[in-house]
């Protein structure tokens, strides 16, 4: 399984930004996509996940400003950042769970995508 992670850059705070993960593969079914944060002399966190019946949850420090969404056809979730703030700064990954096809049968993997950075300016 691949995960491929785009939509991170330099924006203002108050703007909007949105990250697109795409997983690739053989996969038999996503269980759960999630993206966390890391900043710079800190722990990685978890930002948002999401999983199959819209069954969503956010970190405090998000909710009423990120919007997480997934396409289950293309394996693919979405976050949109809104209301960015300064603090927001970070490199974000993906992360899914997922059962894929193997010789023994359907197997359950979590991968991690490559991260991207996110810059949010005062």
């Known amino acids: 399984v691949q995960l491929q992670a785009s939509g991170g850059g330099l924006v203002q705070a108050g703007g909007s930004l949105r990250l697109t993960c795409a997983a690739s593969?053989?996969?038999?079914?996503?269980?759960?996509m999630s993206w966390y944060r890391q900043a710079p002399g800190k722990e990685r966190e978890l930002v948002a996940t999401?999983?199959?019946?819209?069954?969503?949850d956010y970190a405090d420090s998000v909710k009423g400003r990120f919007v997480i969404s997934g396409d289950n056809a293309k394996n693919t979730v979405y976050l949109q950042m809104n209301s960015l703030k300064p603090e927001d700064t970070a490199v974000y990954y993906c992360?899914?769970?997922?059962?894929?096809?193997?010789?023994?049968?359907?197997?359950?993997?979590?991968?991690w995508g490559q991260g991207t950075q996110v810059t949010v300016s005062s």
């Open positions: 593969g053989s996969i038999l079914r996503i269980n759960r």
């Open positions: 992360n899914v769970d997922v059962t894929i096809a193997t010789f023994y049968g359907g197997r359950q993997f979590g991968y």
């Open positions: 999401i999983a199959p019946g819209d069954r969503i």
